[in-house]
């Protein structure tokens, strides 16, 4: 047997801080090398932080990170432990992302990232080059290329995130080429039903190249992004370990690295195709030779089941469906919500408009899920909220609103904006003149006093001043430039409005909560003119969201949305639906000068109105081509 313990961590990083991330890699370091671990394994750019977008051009933000990762080596000198470690890399005036093998007090190589994602949220194109198959060559006196590690224990072949997500990435080559262990180093953001992916990805790369396979995901949360961290060891296929998510942290497991061996005698396909890669002229990967470095496995325990038995399967622990998709947003926007308001380390609160609405609840929920982790006890103090009245504020929104808060424990204040309301019309109709004021410019005008009122209350308190707007209303603009379209980060401006109402769904089942049954006893509506309703000024909201979804998605012109949406709501009559598309296309493209100046919003999917991240789409543009050839 050649049993090896692995640690998978999840390391909280802020782009730029080096010294920080370093320590609190040094950190698991130690605790690991105490525990016997054999290889330890960081995510990608753990000590740079990710994601450093232009950051990497800027020499100065390279040359920190050398030291940092030889201080690192310095300091693990004494370890009986291999560190893989990510680092950036300039080299010949290139940019390369770096998986760093580090031992023995030594940095014994780097491996570059081959695969550069430049989609959706990645624009790793833009800033760093390829490695390549068979690059051979020397940075700082080290190995730096296409290589493998030869250990006491096996042969670790690294590489980093975008590796492994391609068919044609390094593993299959590392693999003929000797490769046991494949160690992944990744910053792979939280996106909804990702984790059942990147599980489902791994066991089939580890299936198809008959290899053992340690994956370290980033955890935390840089300006937009967030990392749900959770890594993963898979062995020919076969799951060995899933590690927390949502946490910093390290997980360890022991494998038998004979046994990646022997399974590999046994697959006559694996051992057909290496045959034919050889015979067709693949190049073989060259192996650095680290054996002079001893590892301690003699403490090692055989990896037997937790329920001691190869043939009975484990207590099945996984969550309802519901509670999984629930729990996973409400952690990942505390998560971000929370990295955000630390790491900017420029608020000392948050604050929130309170509106009585289902967006601003949420959104407070969510400000408070995140406060209950940093001050359990007092999450309240943390959090002011502010219940801004005008003519049209009903006696329900402002109950709902006073009712959560107390039963939050978060301040809460109430400040008309009435005199201030007739002030400013007044003075709109004066620079008007004959022209008369518009009901929309006096729904925005309520709207524009209560985010100028936040923005002062934000200046002088430090507050971080939470917008609460949600996807599907920013989609077709039905949102206030200015007004409630402001505030210094958007918490569920990546959630679709039914989204919204299955998450307070379940929080009020979850808690009890008399604020949330009070906010969901009343229909939906801005209340900035009277008896305003949401669906009614717009559509209903699962045919708004699907429209969405369905154009900016899937990318449908609106005839082919039409017929997706007959075959999804046959209930309603096509005429009627045919408007509802119509509308909506027309609210959408009208509405992209205004989205696009909103603020920094949290990402929680592949499909996010975020101009910078994910759908870049020109504000000046054409119709015609929307029209039916």
């Known amino acids: 047997m050649r049993l090896v313990k692995i640690g998978i961590a999840s390391v909280n990083t802020t782009v730029g801080a080096f010294q920080q991330n370093t320590d609190r890699a040094l950190e698991m370091a ?108 020397t940075h700082r006196g080290v190995p730096l290329g296409d290589y493998l590690f030869q250990f006491d224990f096996g042969v670790v072949a690294p590489e980093v995130c975008e590796d492994i997500w391609s068919a044609d990435g390094p593993m299959r080559r590392r693999a003929y080429s000797g490769g046991e262990l494949v160690v992944n180093l990744s910053a792979s953001p939280f996106r909804l039903g990702f984790w059942d992916t990147r599980r489902e990805l791994l066991a089939t790369r580890a299936s198809d190249h008959q290899v053992t396979i340690a994956y370290a995901n980033a955890v935390g949360s840089n300006d937009g992004l967030i990392f749900d961290g959770g890594g993963f060891i898979n062995q020919n296929g076969r799951p060995v370990l899933e590690t927390p998510r949502f946490q910093e942290g390290y997980t360890t497991a022991v494998v038998d690295l ?18 034919s890669w050889v015979t067709s002229g693949g190049q073989k990967v060259p192996t650095v030779d680290c054996t002079q470095l001893k590892t301690k496995r003699d403490t090692l325990a055989y990896p037997v089941p937790a329920h001691r038995s190869f043939f009975l399967p484990a207590p099945d622990t996984r969550r309802p469906a519901r509670v999984a998709l629930c729990e996973d947003i409400l952690d990942a926007l ?54 801004m009245p005008s003519p049209y504020s009903s006696q329900q929104t402002r109950d709902a609103a006073e009712t959560i808060a107390r039963e939050l424990g978060v301040a809460f204040q109430v400040v008309s904006i009435e005199e201030a309301f007739e002030r400013e019309k007044a003075a709109a109709q004066q620079m008007l003149g004959d022209t008369k004021l518009t009901p929309i410019t006096e729904q925005n005008i309520q709207a524009r006093i209560r985010a100028q009122r936040m923005w002062n209350w934000s200046n002088s308190c430090g507050g971080l001043f939470l917008q609460t707007g949600n996807m599907s209303e920013k989609s077709v603009g039905y949102t206030t430039i200015g007004g409630d379209l402001m505030g210094a980060l958007a918490v569920i401006a990546n959630v679709p409005k039914t989204v919204v109402m299955y998450l307070l769904d379940y929080l009020q089942e979850t808690t009890g909560y008399e604020g949330i049954r009070k906010v969901l006893a009343k229909p939906a509506g801005p209340e900035l003119a009277h008896d305003q309703v949401g669906e009614e000024e717009l559509m209903p909201f699962p045919i708004l969201d699907a429209c ?8 449908l012109t609106p005839s082919e949305m039409r017929t997706a949406l007959t075959a999804m709501f046959p209930e309603v009559e096509a005429a009627r ?6 509308r909506f296309v027309k609210l959408f493209q009208q509405s992209i000068y205004k989205w696009v100046q909103a603020p920094l919003s949290l990402h929680i999917g592949n499909l996010d109105l975020d101009r910078e991240r994910a759908l870049q789409l020109p504000v000046v543009t054409g119709s015609a081509w929307l029209r039916d050839a």
Not at 259 to 274: A, F, G, H, I, S
Request: hydrophobic content about 40%.
């Open 548 to 555: 969405f979804y369905l154009h900016a998605g899937e990318k």
């Open 334 to 387: 505390a998560l971000g919500v929370g990295d955000y308001f630390e790491k900017t380390r420029a608020f000392k609160l948050f604050g929130i408009a309170l509106s009585g609405g289902r967006d601003s609840l949420l959104t407070l929920l969510i400000a408070h899920r995140y406060a209950k982790r940093a001050r359990p006890e007092n999450p309240g103090s943390l959090i002011q909220a502010f219940y």
């Open 258 to 275: 004979d046994r990646t061996l022997r399974l590999r005698t046994e697959n006559t396909t694996w051992r057909v195709d290496r045959e």
């Open 577 to 582: 639906l045919g408007g509802y598309v119509d």
């Open 30 to 137: 130690r605790k690991m090398a105490a525990e016997d671990v054999t290889l330890g394994v960081f995510p990608e750019q753990v000590i740079a932080g990710y994601p450093a977008e232009d950051l990497v051009q800027w020499q100065g933000f390279i040359d920190h990170q050398w030291p940092e990762l030889e201080r690192f080596a310095k300091q693990t000198a004494a370890h009986a432990t291999v560190y893989i470690v990510g680092v950036a890399v300039a080299h010949q005036g290139v940019r390369l992302n770096c998986a760093a093998v580090v031992a023995g007090g030594r940095v014994l190589g780097l491996v570059p990232k081959e695969k550069l994602p430049t989609y959706n949220v990645f624009y790793e194109g833009r800033t760093f080059g390829h490695g390549q198959p068979g690059m051979a060559e």
